[in-house]
């Protein structure tokens, strides 16, 4: 699942000393009063970029360079890394220690191949997936790196469908869910969308050993525009997502839906007040199974928008200007924006003028 909790004295445990020593007397005090830890691409001010951890009052205790911008970050709890890659269409990924003992490293896409944004770790930490782009055939694939041997590309597997996004693993342990955005791009003509007249998204699941296709759900021939990107899976194992839509701007197609193998493939019915806000795209969806909420943000509406995993009904809608990045935090949700602040659920915002945080936020320790 993408958002991984953990006890906080836990993972100070588990981190040993090291963590707390290799920190900065500052950090380390605010590594001590924190009661959880996030992880978000960012860039600053003076046009550098990088990917931080830091407290839920939105302050640093550990930042790491990037070549070019940053999207999304997975985490391996076993080994305590996490690798944040690049957006897309994107050529590196790195891999960082929280502790700031070992050297970050860096993954380069190989030839024919980039980076779509995300990926995930397999339950023993022993492997990385990722979402990449074959774009001189205009096929998803999902590369395979071994996290015991320097992440070296050890082989791939097709996603069964154009322009993947995010992925993540199934509480079996054995499935990756797939977005399949639906959209073709080729470097050559950077984020160019190629082919929205013939656009087909997808999710799909498939057998993270074998490669194997087990099921693939796609929209109505109506919504072939509605492009699926970001999911997350709540406390009862339901797969959330959120699309984009590429259609009209007059058009209120529903954006959010949810899934469940063998079971069911359906959109989730908003609000037209909801909808109006969200604005045709949604940039992140983050579970909080404490509360038993969905969350869907979306930086073009400035909208944060709340649901009850249970009924899918519409629990709260906050505006903040440029929100995207969104992740659990006690009864609630942790926010990021791309004017530079960290949101908590209550109180009042933490900005920092030096960064602009990017699309999204891990929640790495709780």
């Known amino acids: 699942m993408r958002t991984p909790l953990f006890d906080r004295r836990d993972f100070l445990k ?6 707390v020593a290799a920190l900065a007397p500052a950090a380390q005090a605010r590594t001590a009063e924190a009661d959880a830890l996030f992880a978000s691409a960012y860039q600053n001010r003076g046009g550098g970029f990088g990917v931080a951890i830091l ?23 076993v080994s305590r890394r996490s690798v944040v890659f690049a957006r ?21 896409s190989v030839a024919g191949r980039h980076f779509f944004g995300h990926g995930v770790f397999s339950p ?3 492997l990385l997936y990722a979402t990449e782009n074959d774009f001189d055939n205009s096929e998803g694939m999902i590369g395979i790196y071994d996290a015991t041997d320097a992440f070296r590309r050890i082989g791939e597997f097709p996603t069964h469908g154009v322009g993947p996004h995010e992925l993540l693993l199934c509480p079996d342990g054995k499935t990756l869910a797939i977005a399949n955005g639906g959209i073709e791009t080729h470097p050559d003509f950077g984020a160019a969308k190629l082919n929205i007249p013939t656009m087909k998204p997808s999710l799909v699941f498939v057998d993270r050993e074998t490669g194997d296709l087990v099921e693939s759900h796609e929209l109505p021939p109506a919504l072939h525009k509605l492009s699926i990107r970001h999911m997350d899976f709540d ?7 959120g699309c984009q839509h590429e259609g009209p701007a007059t058009e209120r197609p529903a954006l959010v839906g949810r899934a469940r193998m063998g079971e069911r493939f359906e959109l989730v019915d908003l609000p037209e007040t909801a909808l109006i806000g969200l604005r045709n795209y949604v940039g992140s969806v983050a579970a909080n199974p404490a509360a038993g909420t969905v969350a869907i ?4 509406g400035n909208s944060l928008v709340v649901l009850d995993a249970v009924t899918g009904a519409v629990a709260s809608v906050r505006d903040l200007t440029e ?3 969104i992740a659990p935090d006690s009864a609630g949700f942790l926010a990021s924006t791309g004017t530079g602040e960290i ?14 945080w990017d699309n999204h936020m891990l929640r790495i320790e709780g």
């Open 88 to 108: 897309q269409p994107g050529t590196f990924a790195v891999v960082f220690d929280h502790t700031n003992k070992a050297e970050p490293v860096t993954i380069p």
């Open 323 to 325: 929100v995207c990045g």
């Open 14 to 19: 588990a981190a040993g000393a090291s963590f």
């Open 235 to 241: 406390r009862d194992g339901t797969l959330w997502f």
């Open 55 to 77: 407290t839920e009052q939105g302050k640093i205790v550990h930042s790491v360079d990037l070549p070019d911008r940053g999207h999304d970050i997975t985490f391996d709890p």
């Open 343 to 356: 949101v908590p659920p209550e109180g009042s915002a933490h900005s920092d003028p030096h960064y602009v």
């Open 297 to 300: 943000s979306s930086p073009q």
């Open 124 to 126: 023993d930490g022993k």
